[in-house]
């Protein structure tokens, strides 16, 4: 045998693999920060009383290092689960509609963003049918609720286990003792009605919800009091949010074969004013030439509708953004901040309302 058939015969050589990198851990980040283990955690996590710039220069070393925490050690270890809840009593019939890209979504778009930055992940948990099992289940810190109806049972199953929760919008029950972040209903509904007055309309109609809301309730409080201060007739109908744009549309035939001289409908529900426009095509009036149309959400339903919906713009990022700030601050023990008041909602007037 040749000394070339020697080196073919020659076993493979074994290459060693490399050693996996070795996790990085709060040791390496008080470490590199000159710090305790105590206030490296406090720093990440956003609790306890930490400098403030000692705080930014721990968050600035652990980005530096490229730390990641442990989230199952982490959860093992505190008992939390890193995670919030987004809920809505409304059905998506109105919450959502086929797009689904209506106010629950708008809403949970700049939640998760705040709650991720809070190293939290958001659940989005819609009005179906078996969801009620799943809050149950739901492993969560705390939970937001998008205007919740009177005596909530998703509100009531949550407080049972203890779990943090936030109200988007008022609650009906004034003594219910949750935190709640306040859309400012009521000068919404004032925009409307004398945007509608100012442009003409002397026959304003309100088609609300029939659902225990507070924001419906504020509505035909505001509408009382505006018809009464300025001599109008009154004239309300309301719809089942189950049914969506065909209860609105059902609603507004109704309406108007009672009320023939209607000139002018306030529509807080975005839904229920798709619906009106149809009703109002179907019976041949003209919008906004013979009947006017106002909702109260900027959504796309308002800014597809044709013609285009006069709304309000409530300012959902913001609000979005202050509920899972007065979130946070129940989950972590403080509870001193109550009701938070969003900011003031601004008009949009569009074409169907226009004189």
Same mark, same amino acid.
């Given at each position: ?6 080196k ?14 070795r ?60 995670s ?11 919450a959502?509609g086929?797009?689904?890209l ?20 958001? $659940?989005? /948990? !819609? ?7 799943? *809050?149950?289940? %739901?492993?969560?810190? =705390?939970?937001? &609720? ?55 309309a ?62 002018? $409908?306030? /529509? !807080? ?7 009106? *426009?149809?009703? %109002?095509?179907?019976? =041949?009036?003209? &919008? ?26 409530l ?41």
């Amino acid at each position: 045998m040749t000394k070339k058939d020697d080196k073919q015969n020659l076993p493979p050589v074994q290459v060693p693999a490399p050693a996996p990198a070795r996790r990085l851990t709060i040791k390496d980040v008080a470490l590199a920060a000159g710090v305790s283990l105590t206030t490296v955690s406090h720093a990440l996590n956003d609790r306890g009383y930490v400098d403030p710039d000692t705080r930014a220069r721990v968050k600035r070393v652990a980005t530096e290092l490229g730390y990641r925490p442990n989230l199952r050690a982490q959860r093992l270890r505190t008992g939390k689960a890193n995670s919030i809840a987004l809920l809505s009593s409304m059905p998506f019939a109105v919450a959502g509609g086929s797009s689904r890209l209506g106010f629950m979504m708008e809403v949970a778009a700049v939640a998760a963003e705040a709650a991720m930055q809070r190293g939290q992940a958001l $659940i989005l /948990v !819609p009005n179906l049918e078996g969801s009620k099992q799943l *809050i149950d289940e %739901l492993d969560i810190d =705390g939970a937001l &609720v998008v205007e919740p109806v009177a005596d909530d049972p998703q509100i009531r199953r949550l407080r049972e286990r203890g779990v943090a929760v936030v109200s988007i919008g008022r609650v009906v029950d004034e003594t219910l003792p949750i935190p709640q972040v306040d859309l400012q209903s009521a000068v919404a509904g004032e925009l409307l009605l004398e945007h509608l007055r100012t442009q003409g309309a002397r026959h304003i109609a309100l088609l609300v919800g029939s659902q225990n809301r507070h924001s419906y309730q504020e509505m035909e409080r505001v509408y009382t009091a505006f018809i009464r201060r300025h001599r109008l007739p009154k004239m309300v109908a309301k719809a089942d949010e189950y049914g969506g744009e065909e209860a609105g549309r059902a609603a507004c035939h109704e309406l108007l074969a009672d009320f023939p001289a209607i000139d002018a $409908i306030c /529509v !807080p529900v975005d839904a229920f004013a798709s619906g009106a *426009i149809t009703a %109002l095509n179907e019976m =041949g009036r003209a &919008v906004p030439g013979d009947v006017m149309v106002a909702t109260r959400y900027d959504g796309l339903r308002a800014r597809n509708a044709v013609p285009p919906l006069t709304a309000v713009n409530l300012h959902l990022e913001q609000v979005s953004a202050l509920a899972v700030e007065l979130l946070f601050q129940h989950i972590n023990g403080d509870n001193g901040q109550r009701t938070v008041c969003g900011p003031t909602p601004d008009l949009v007037p569009r074409r169907s309302s226009r004189a």
